[in-house]
Structures are given as C-alpha cells and as structure tokens.
C-alpha cells in the first residue's frame, strides 16, 4: 500500500493554465517538501511545506507561481501557476521521518507536460 | 561550486563486476549522509545511510571520508537489477535539515 499517494500521476496542459497537485501522507508527518526533477537533473527543492504557515521557497522558487498549502500533517498541495512549456517537469512530494530520523520518503511523482 | 557533486556516468559494467561511485560534498559541517536509488521514471528511495564508521549491507559498502568531503558506495558482484541512477544525499546543516541532492550517477549493468 502507497506510504505516499500523489495525483495527478501526470498530466499535459496547456500555456496560461495551472495544476494543483495533491500530496496525502498515510500518517502524521512534521516536515513534507515539494521537489522538482527535471528531465535528465536531479532534485531540486521547491519548498517546505509548513503546516498551518506559510511555505518556506527556496531560491528561484516564489509563491505566486507555487502556491503550497499544508492544512494539516497529513496532506498538501502545489499549484503550478500560469504554466510554461519550461514548467514541464516531474513534481515530487516527500515526507520525512517515516522510514527513519532525516529519510525521505517520496510520492510517484506528477509527471507535467506543458504545451 | 555545487553542493554536492557526483560523476553523472553513465557506468557501464558486465555483470558480477564490482563497481564503485563518489561523491563529494562542499560543507564541512554536514552531518548525515545518504545514498538513494532511483529507477527510470520512478521516484527516488532510501538505498542506505551512510555511516562515519563505513557500513555494509549485503553487496553494497558505503564509506564516508570526512577529511576529504566525498563519501563513496561500492556494489560488489553487479545485478542486472542494479542497473539504475544512484543519488548521493547530503543533510543541509543548518537547522532546516533539507536534504541536498547530488545529480546523481547511472550505472547499466550489460549481461
């Protein structure tokens, strides 16, 4: 059973539109953070996720074109705003501290295709 | 210079060859250390920790060299099944505990 379920699994969209991708977490989790991976790079991190707050973005990452939203431990969103054939790019969600102190567990991952 | 730095590869090995990756990583106060895999277009997962003392667990060996900032994973009698990219992962050390991702290393294992 999925530790971390992830949705949409992938998707193709168009210019101008936005994606909200959701992230739900099987048990409690204090830290979950948004990474992007790019085709053929690793992992960059988009932001933290703080529950009841506002996200912590890392540089190069604002909130108007990644609003995060952490309503409780166990669940969060990211929105990919007014998207660019560059956004495309797979979204991963992650958990820490379900498989042990500093692991991270990941989501499948949204696979997002911009046209 | 990057936080943290592997060779990107691709390693191509026969099976049953041993086969060796580094990384190195750019802050000296870093303090935890991992090694993920991930397979083609699925996500990444905890393959081993990296421990000061060296650490084994089965067919793989990973080491950390903290003098010189790399730490290292040794595959032993290669799989076809090992054939993936493996992540180098290092704890930001600052208080944040972000994990830092190294661009990671392919290996194919060719029968």
């Known amino acids: 059973s999925a530790v971390i379920s992830q949705k949409p699994s992938r998707d193709i969209c168009q210019r101008g539109t936005s994606l909200t991708i959701q992230c739900q977490v099987d048990s409690q989790v204090t830290m979950m953070f948004w990474y992007r991976q790019q085709p053929g790079q690793s992992l960059t991190l988009i932001a933290t996720a703080n529950q009841g707050s506002e996200a912590t973005y890392e540089s190069g990452f604002v909130i108007d074109k990644f609003p995060i939203s952490r309503p409780n431990l166990t669940f969060s969103t990211l929105t990919v705003s007014n998207m660019s054939p560059e956004d495309s790019s797979i979204y991963l969600c992650s958990a820490q501290g379900i498989s042990g102190a500093n692991v991270l567990t990941f989501g499948a991952g949204s696979r997002l295709t911009v046209l | 210079r990057k936080e943290v730095e592997q060779d990107p590869g691709p390693f191509n090995v026969p099976e049953g060859a041993t086969v060796a990756f580094n990384c190195t990583y750019s802050?000296?106060?870093?303090?935890?250390f991992f090694w993920y895999r991930q397979d083609c277009r699925k996500e990444p997962k905890l393959l081993m920790s990296v421990y000061s003392s060296g650490n084994e667990d089965g067919r793989f060996t990973a080491q950390l060299n903290r003098a010189s900032q790399y730490i290292s994973l040794l595959i032993r009698d290669s799989k076809l099944s090992d054939s993936a990219t493996y992540l180098c992962v290092v704890i930001d050390s600052s208080n944040t505990g972000k994990l830092i991702f190294g661009q990671g290393t392919t290996l194919q294992v060719k029968p």
């Open positions: 802050n000296s106060a870093s303090q935890s």
